[in-house]
């Protein structure tokens, strides 16, 4: 991450930590929404390299053949023929437990009590509970930073949020941000917890960062489309405890055995399955992101809502707050991704931007910060968009969704917006649109 990255960023969420608070309660629960779609049984994380997902494709003899796609991923998501597969991307949900902070004040003088340990719920449970259960997925994209791992050296609230991913019975796959890391417990114990569940998609493996896996979407007996899930790493602040691994790393992008690896993935992929799409979700985004986000923006970095700019194209949505720039300056992980046929990014950490465009033929996609902790955007009543709270602001919050088609296309792009945040605001009626 570039030292002018980080500055901006440390003023934009020291201002939001200062300007945040009000009260509220805790109310644990869970519950489960009806998901049809089903893992490969034998796509547990122990068994991973054994996995059998099998189909059979009719020969050109007329013979059945068995293809075992999990030869080529590490997790196979079968869906029902009958109707498209929902992706959800939640990303940033960055939970905060302030008892557990690790300096007095670094949370400002108001916030210990708006962050509560006992605030979890309305700051981000309630959130992902609307979205998840509106959304009906067959699988849940997590683009990092889970928890701010600097408020969890006890890994309670980590612990906490598998158990609520748990309850909903339905394929997650989640990747470390910049923040995990900071616990203390470590991203060892922290990739563990992960594996150990049931529903959770994760591999750590040994490749820099912690978490590089990948996952298969099957439907009708094709492997449609194929996500690399990936760890951009960037721990600034990384616990010793992570880094006792040797593979977490500090400096954000990839590591060349990284690279190496999902290229060689991508490539018996295509190999095998010409027509399977694919795509990688990470953290944070490509430098590219910032080039490419520069048509509507202007240069200025925003803030622009694409959904009611002049300039739209079809298909591109959602708001752009401010872009940063990222890594890979020299372009040189974007040059493979394009040759190599990769059609859709799909990363988090700007948590004021939620924009979606095709650029030069590849989805960009911010996914939309699915939760109210740390610095995000808020609307008012009226539609306006701040990035700090007063008592008439709501967070804006929901979750980035899409659908693929019988052939892995992206179908119906869009942002679920939480019903008491941006889905209650009439953006047509303050835009003008009849
Ligand atoms: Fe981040």
Redesign the pocket.
Not at 76 to 81: F, G, K, T
Not at 383 to 404: A, D, K, Q, R
């Given at each position: 991450m570039k030292l002018s990255k980080i500055i901006l960023a440390a003023l934009f969420s020291l201002l939001a930590l200062f300007l945040m608070s009000c009260n509220d309660t805790q109310t644990e629960e869970t519950q489960t929404t009806e998901a049809e779609t089903t893992i490969s049984e034998e796509t547990s994380k122990e068994t991973t390299d054994e996995t059998t997902e099998e189909t059979t494709e009719e020969t050109t003899e007329g013979e059945m053949e068995t293809i075992n796609f999990s030869e080529y991923v590490d997790f196979v998501v079968s869906v029902p023929e009958d109707r498209e597969a929902v992706i959800l991307q939640l990303t940033?949900t960055q939970i905060i437990d302030s008892s557990q902070a690790r300096t007095p004040d670094r949370l400002g003088g108001l916030l210990p009590d708006h962050w509560g340990a006992d605030k979890k719920n309305e700051r981000c449970y309630d959130f992902l509970r609307d979205i998840i259960t509106n959304t009906s997925p067959d699988l849940i994209l997590i683009t990092?930073?889970i928890i701010y791992g600097e408020f969890d050296d006890s890994g309670n609230s980590l612990l906490e949020f598998v158990e609520f991913m748990e309850s909903f019975g339905i394929p997650w796959a989640p990747v470390f941000?910049?923040?995990d890391n900071e616990s203390k417990m470590g991203a060892d114990w922290q990739s563990a917890q992960f594996e150990n569940a049931e529903n959770c998609l994760f591999l750590q493996r040994t490749l820099t960062g912690n978490g590089n896996y990948s996952v298969g979407i099957e439907q009708g007996g094709k492997l449609t489309r194929v996500f690399f899930m990936l760890d951009s790493n960037g721990i600034a602040s990384a616990s010793d405890e992570s880094l006792a691994n040797g593979h977490t790393q500090r400096e954000a992008g990839f590591g060349r055995d990284q690279i190496k690896w999902f290229i060689s993935g991508i490539k018996d992929i295509k190999k095998n399955f010409s027509d399977t799409k694919i795509s990688l979700a990470f953290?944070?985004p490509l430098s590219v992101f910032n080039e490419a986000f520069e048509q509507y923006t202007e240069g200025s970095h925003g803030p622009v809502f694409i959904d009611y700019d002049e300039n739209k194209k079809d298909g591109d949505f959602g708001y752009i707050g401010f872009t940063y720039p990222g890594f890979d300056t020299d372009k040189s992980v974007w040059k493979d991704i394009k040759r190599f046929g990769v059609d859709s990014i799909f990363v988090?950490?700007e948590h004021a931007n939620s924009a979606s465009i095709v650029y030069e033929g590849i989805r960009l996609q911010y996914g939309m910060k699915s939760s109210g902790y740390d610095s995000i955007n808020y609307v008012s009543p009226e539609g306006n968009i701040e990035h700090t709270v007063y008592s008439t602001t709501i967070p804006w919050v929901g979750g980035s969704v899409f659908n693929l088609d019988s052939e892995g296309n992206i179908v119906n792009p869009h942002i679920y917006y939480c019903e008491n945040g941006g889905a209650s605001i009439d953006w047509d009626a303050i835009y003008g649109v009849n």
């Amino acid at each position: 991450m570039k030292l002018s990255k980080i500055i901006l960023a440390a003023l934009f969420s020291l201002l939001a930590l200062f300007l945040m608070s009000c009260n509220d309660t805790q109310t644990e629960e869970t519950q489960t929404t009806e998901a049809e779609t089903t893992i490969s049984e034998e796509t547990s994380k122990e068994t991973t390299d054994e996995t059998t997902e099998e189909t059979t494709e009719e020969t050109t003899e007329g013979e059945m053949e068995t293809i075992n796609f999990s030869e080529y991923v590490d997790f196979v998501v079968s869906v029902p023929e009958d109707r498209e597969a929902v992706i959800l991307q939640l990303t940033d949900t960055q939970i905060i437990d302030s008892s557990q902070a690790r300096t007095p004040d670094r949370l400002g003088g108001l916030l210990p009590d708006h962050w509560g340990a006992d605030k979890k719920n309305e700051r981000c449970y309630d959130f992902l509970r609307d979205i998840i259960t509106n959304t009906s997925p067959d699988l849940i994209l997590i683009t990092g930073d889970i928890i701010y791992g600097e408020f969890d050296d006890s890994g309670n609230s980590l612990l906490e949020f598998v158990e609520f991913m748990e309850s909903f019975g339905i394929p997650w796959a989640p990747v470390f941000g910049n923040h995990d890391n900071e616990s203390k417990m470590g991203a060892d114990w922290q990739s563990a917890q992960f594996e150990n569940a049931e529903n959770c998609l994760f591999l750590q493996r040994t490749l820099t960062g912690n978490g590089n896996y990948s996952v298969g979407i099957e439907q009708g007996g094709k492997l449609t489309r194929v996500f690399f899930m990936l760890d951009s790493n960037g721990i600034a602040s990384a616990s010793d405890e992570s880094l006792a691994n040797g593979h977490t790393q500090r400096e954000a992008g990839f590591g060349r055995d990284q690279i190496k690896w999902f290229i060689s993935g991508i490539k018996d992929i295509k190999k095998n399955f010409s027509d399977t799409k694919i795509s990688l979700a990470f953290h944070i985004p490509l430098s590219v992101f910032n080039e490419a986000f520069e048509q509507y923006t202007e240069g200025s970095h925003g803030p622009v809502f694409i959904d009611y700019d002049e300039n739209k194209k079809d298909g591109d949505f959602g708001y752009i707050g401010f872009t940063y720039p990222g890594f890979d300056t020299d372009k040189s992980v974007w040059k493979d991704i394009k040759r190599f046929g990769v059609d859709s990014i799909f990363v988090g950490h700007e948590h004021a931007n939620s924009a979606s465009i095709v650029y030069e033929g590849i989805r960009l996609q911010y996914g939309m910060k699915s939760s109210g902790y740390d610095s995000i955007n808020y609307v008012s009543p009226e539609g306006n968009i701040e990035h700090t709270v007063y008592s008439t602001t709501i967070p804006w919050v929901g979750g980035s969704v899409f659908n693929l088609d019988s052939e892995g296309n992206i179908v119906n792009p869009h942002i679920y917006y939480c019903e008491n945040g941006g889905a209650s605001i009439d953006w047509d009626a303050i835009y003008g649109v009849n």
